[in-house]
């Protein structure tokens, strides 16, 4: 777990991070660019990334965090301010360590019967693949990914009971007000629990009807 979930997510992200640069990403590592660049159009409305990299931010400086940029950025960004750089790489890689750990309980707990190494193999590969699509750098991506991976969890979780379907509602809102791409949970939930939204049958006791469950899910969405 310490390894595939901390020591990998970690090593990659550092690689992504202070290993090369992207031209993609420009003109957003410092307050004022950043602000140029995300208080505009679809970005404006992805309020918790933006609010979680400010106050990373913060905390660097008040815990006198170590702070560093790629020097091919600093030339091409005279504006560039290491510690707002760190903070994306501070920020972003908690984020993907968090995701890998609720991947692996996923994967262990609710995959299939093929051997552990196989449930290893796709945790890799799905954190190979969030680490390396950072060339282009962002506050809300991996924040993203880690709330829909907690939506999967709690979608297998079992009935719809009430503080299950509270914890998952939150996620939503949280998720939302992160990405659109929350939209995800609703369709997960619509996948796994297809035969008792076609099929509605007795609910256990205590559990709301995967029907009634949905709706509030999407009513939170849409709020």
Known sequence: ?????????????????????????????SETGFAAAYDHGVFKYRVLGKALLHH??????????????????????????????????????????????VLFVVVHRFGSSAPPEASDLVLILSVGLMALSQYVVVPYDMLAYLFLAIGIYL?????????????????????????????????????????????????????LSHRVALGILVACFIA
């Open 1 to 29: 777990f310490l390894i595939l979930a901390w020591v990998l997510p970690a090593a990659l992200s550092y690689i992504v991070y202070f290993g090369y640069a992207s031209n993609i990403s420009g003109n957003v590592f």
């Open 56 to 101: 990373t931010h913060e905390a660097i400086h008040a815990l006198g965090l170590p702070t560093y940029a790629p020097e091919v950025l600093v030339r091409a960004d005279p504006s560039l301010a290491q510690a707002f750089y760190s903070a994306f790489f501070y920020l972003n890689t908690l984020a993907l360590c968090l995701t890998a750990s």
């Open 155 to 207: 979608v297998h979780e079992g009935p719809a009971e009430p503080r299950r379907l509270g914890a998952l509602c939150a996620v939503m809102v949280l998720a939302a007000l992160t990405r659109e791409t929350a939209a995800i949970i609703l369709s997960y939930y619509f996948a796994i629990h297809f035969d008792a939204l076609a099929r509605p049958s007795r609910t256990a006791s205590g559990a």
